[in-house]
């Protein structure tokens, strides 16, 4: 007897290849973030967190799908993937001489920059991570070389703070400098600079090359060190910019370029793909002088991931991630539609956007913006890229006598989310009066949300938004 079984969808195929954070929940369908890999019909703003897939991103992925099966042979995922490139290059106008390593999320990219410098220093690493509370919270074990879940991409169980074999352990030690004070007020660039400078002279002396995060674009919006002070820290120390929220402007990836920093992007965060994915774009000076991969890696990537001449890349596995691979075309099917927009256009989109925000939470709730700049450093702002208006993280903490918590804000979130509105998770940047983390709340824009209102006129843009956010404050309203 022939027993027929459905072929698996692109939804449940994206569910697979990364680590237990994208399992779906058997009861709602949903990842612990809420997000479903399928089309719903929902209010969803949650850029900052992850996505819910678009209708349009969907069918991308199916077709692809279609194109090469549930079960690719490993030379098509890596035929697929040098595609990918190419389109990354273009969209970012990036040069052919720099280099692309895919990840299944923006925490394994951590383990890319590692292999990147290991072996510039007879002691090893010096990490330097900045504002672990404002980038994603596996970091704090990949930036020093461990992992970061009980399981890989590949299946692989580990423990999350185990080292990565030839990576972690003795070979790095990281840091963290937090970008806000104890009570949530964003520190000025020079500050942090002067903290880095010090943090690599220590290193220095203690034989160890310095591997110095910068943040482009954190879970609020920040952009630190400045560019004039990132000028400052070039020299015996390597750069790598966390930008895995995607708010990043061609422009600005040309400047970390050319200051031979190693960039970080994400597809499920401001990109609009479903979570999880991400690429390191990587600067030629160190494919020129890389060391050979660490064994460890071949826990974490498989060989098409990384440059085929990468040295040491056959130690990794020769095999397919699907899940990934349709990820990423769904991430990029939405960051070249985005691109093909005139400036204007996005502009107009996003300040319709931000402009709704106000009008239906901000002037009409106890809300207020937290400003993505330190205090009295408002001019800051006018440096930032129009991108950066398409995150608004929320002040809640009036919403309840004595302060609402970021407790309340955690379940608040989720009641929102379960009844069909997402926004971004909260996050620790405000505090109350008695010392605990106030509440907060993030509204996020997409490339594909752009996109998809850019053919609508000005009045007709200002109602679907204002619209949205009327949908998002009655939802708050309702649980607080």
């Known amino acids: 007897m022939t027993v027929c079984v459905d072929k698996p969808d692109a939804a449940q195929l994206m ?25 719903r019909d929902l209010v969803a703003y949650a850029s900052s967190t992850a996505n819910d897939i678009s209708a349009a991103a969907y069918r991308r992925a199916e077709a692809v799908l279609a194109e090469v099966g549930a079960a690719p042979p490993a030379q098509v995922y890596a035929e697929r993937l040098e595609a990918m490139r190419g389109r990354i290059r273009a969209a970012y106008g990036v040069p052919d001489e ?19 410098v290991a072996g510039r220093a007879p002691a090893g690493t010096h990490a330097v991570l900045l504002g672990a509370d404002e980038v994603g919270s596996g970091c704090i074990h990949s930036a020093h070389g461990l992992y970061h879940a009980k399981e890989t991409a590949l299946g692989v169980a580990t423990a999350p703070g185990e080292p990565v ?11 963290d400098i937090p970008v806000r004070d104890r009570m949530g007020r964003v520190r000025p660039s020079h500050y ?30 920040l952009i630190l060190p400045s560019l004039a002070d990132v000028d400052r820290l070039t020299g015996d120390a390597t750069l790598v910019v966390d930008a895995c ?40 000076a160190f494919a020129a002088q890389a060391p050979a991969l660490p064994e460890g890696l071949a826990t974490l990537f498989r060989r098409a991931e990384w440059p085929a001449d990468w040295p040491g890349s056959e130690i990794l596995p020769d095999n397919v991630n699907i899940g990934l691979l349709l990820r990423l075309e769904a991430s990029l099917f939405e960051l070249e539609r985005f691109q093909a927009l ?35 450093h408002v001019e800051d702002a006018d440096t930032h890229p129009v991108e950066m208006r398409t995150l608004s993280t929320l002040d809640l903490s009036a919403f309840r006598a004595g302060g609402a918590s970021f407790e309340d804000a955690q379940a608040w979130h989720k ?19 008695d010392g605990r983390w106030g509440a907060t709340l993030r509204i996020g824009l997409a490339m594909g949300q752009v996109a998809d209102a850019a053919a609508l006129d000005d009045s ?21």
């Open 165 to 175: 074999p030839g990576l972690g352990g003795v070979h790095v030690e990281l840091v």
């Open 98 to 116: 720099v280099r692309i390593v895919f990840a299944p999320s923006g925490t394994d990219l951590e383990f890319v920059a590692l292999a990147c």
């Open 460 to 480: 007709a843009l200002a109602a679907r938004f204002e619209a949205d956010m009327a949908a998002i404050r009655e939802a708050l309203l309702a649980v607080v």
């Open 192 to 221: 942090i600079t002067e903290r880095m400078l010090s943090s690599i002279a220590a290193a220095r002396a203690a034989s160890r090359h310095s591997l110095l995060h910068i943040v482009h674009g954190s879970k609020t919006g």
């Open 245 to 284: 929220q995607a708010r990043i402007t061609r422009e600005a990836v040309a400047d970390y370029l050319a200051r031979d920093a190693i960039v970080f992007i994400t597809g499920s965060k401001f990109m609009g793909g479903p979570p999880f994915s991400g690429f390191a774009l990587v600067p030629p």
């Open 15 to 39: 569910t697979g290849g990364c680590d237990s954070r994208i399992v779906l929940d058997p009861e709602t369908g949903l990842n612990r973030y809420y997000s479903a890999p399928r089309p």
């Open 342 to 376: 005139p400036a204007e256009t996005v502009e107009r989109v996003i300040l319709a956007f931000h402009a709704a925000v106000r009008s239906q939470i901000v002037e009409q709730t106890a809300a207020r913006r937290v400003a993505p700049y330190p205090p009295g």
């Open 415 to 433: 009641t929102m989310a379960l009844a069909g509105v997402r926004v971004g998770q909260p996050v620790k940047c405000v505090r109350l009066a």
